[in-house]
């Protein structure tokens, strides 16, 4: 990252931190905070039955759900749906909007649709922007993925698109810009992709909350298609929501969000006679892409996370380097941790497996208290038993070996 983008992260960051330190200190947050973290944790250890629950819950609902053991899995699925809706096995020209999410960043998604044409639209501000910038466009927080540019460097990137506006360096001009621009194309979508904050597996009911109102568009596609990983899963809706309503205490210092959007099932109205008709104003079909990829195998308290992204604006180190710590979009000393499992222990160690301090700031900071610190230098311990560490450290213990001194 540019020394300038790491001081407008830095920036973004306070304003973030000035908004979160009294509200997640308040009793009902603290109550709150409690609550999620035994739901985090039993939910984790329960996954399994969890799931199968989910699935059962589903098909009551009318929802399909598919399992995905990898990232290839999902995208394979992916496309067979979107054909399916197309009826044609030519998807150029075929228009997909999706929300802000870091599973659909995971299985990277916009580069296999890329491939066969689709034109995938991102209908958040902040995942929009980073879109349509050329080069570096790591998502820098999980929920504010821009947060290191400022307004100037982004109507740059807006006047150098695709878009054909001029802006001035004004946020609410840039912000009606980007809306005229993607309410445009979104005209030409009947296929709707997004994640998911939560998902209760006894209601069948997927838990999505924002702010911006363009999830509303999203969901009501003709095809909705959901992918979230099988950890995002609790017992009943009444959990999920609190899990929401903290993670939107920790991620943007709000109570609540502007919209919070329950989905079980597909559109439907029994407004004449009592009988019940599908089809009527939202998606016809629902299908939710459940996705392992790594996650069985890892450690239930990496799995605790919420999304919120607290925990890298008090990061020391990612502070001073930025994305540099973190695997792709998850960010920070958990995104290291989480690359172990998703990835392999190479991919932890590139990620920033020793640039850790170990300091816990991060568990400090964390609304379900994930201890980071502890799973990265576990994690060390593995890869240091396996024989992966950096090679200056190899020439250390190549030296104390052979000299009894590291110099």
Not at 88 to 115: A, F, H, P, Q, Y
Not at 228 to 244: F, H, N, R, T
Not at 365 to 385: F, G
Request: proline content about 3%; overall charge negative.
């Amino acid at each position: 990252m540019k020394e300038n983008e790491l001081e407008t992260m830095r920036k973004s960051f306070k304003t973030a931190n000035d908004r979160t330190n009294h509200i997640m200190k308040e009793p009902k947050s603290l109550e709150l905070k409690e609550k999620v973290q035994n739901i985090r944790k039993d939910s984790i250890n329960n996954n399994e039955e969890l799931y199968k629950t989910a699935c059962e819950s589903f098909k009551r609902n009318g929802i399909d759900s598919f399992f995905a053991s990898t990232i290839e899995d999902a995208q394979d699925k992916i496309v067979d749906l979107i054909k399916e809706n197309a009826e044609d096995e030519d998807l150029s020209g075929v228009t997909v909007t999706k929300s802000k999410s870091n599973t659909l960043r995971e299985i990277k998604i916009e580069d296999c649709l890329d491939e066969y044409g689709v034109n995938f639209l991102a209908t958040d501000l902040g995942d929009r922007i980073l879109q349509i910038k050329e080069g570096y466009n790591i998502p820098i927080h999980p929920t504010c993925p821009a947060a290191h540019l400022d307004v100037h460097e982004i109507a740059n990137v807006i006047n150098n698109s695709e878009m054909n506006v001029h802006v001035e360096d004004d946020a609410h001009e840039i912000m009606q810009a980007v809306k005229k621009d993607v309410l445009n194309q979104m005209k030409d979508s009947d296929v709707g992709i997004s994640g998911a904050n939560s998902i209760a597996a006894e209601d069948g009911s997927i838990i999505l909350i924002h702010n911006e109102g363009n999830i509303n568009h999203v969901i009501s596609k003709k095809l909705h298609i959901v992918v979230a990983g099988i950890d995002k899963l609790v017992p009943s809706i009444e959990d999920a929501i609190s899990v929401a309503k903290l993670e939107t205490i920790y991620a943007t210092g709000s109570h609540v969000t502007s919209y919070m959007n329950i989905v079980s099932g597909p559109s439907k109205t029994a407004d004449i006679e009592k009988k019940l008709f599908k089809n009527m104003y939202g998606a016809e079909k629902v299908v939710v892409i459940f996705l392992d990829n790594g996650r069985s195998k890892a450690f239930n308290e990496c799995l605790w996370c919420v999304g919120c992204g607290n925990c890298v604006t008090v990061c020391p180190v990612y502070n001073v380097i930025g994305s540099d710590f973190g695997y792709e979009n998850y960010v920070g000393g958990r995104g290291v941790a989480f690359s172990d499992f998703i990835g392999d222990h190479d991919t932890s160690l590139k990620s920033g497996l020793f640039k850790c301090t170990l300091c816990g700031v991060c568990t400090e900071n964390c609304p379900v208290s994930l201890p980071t610190n502890a799973i990265i230098e576990q994690l060390r311990a593995n890869n240091n038993d396996l024989g992966i560490f950096l090679e200056p450290h190899s020439l250390i213990k190549d030296k104390i070996k052979d000299h009894n001194s590291p110099f």
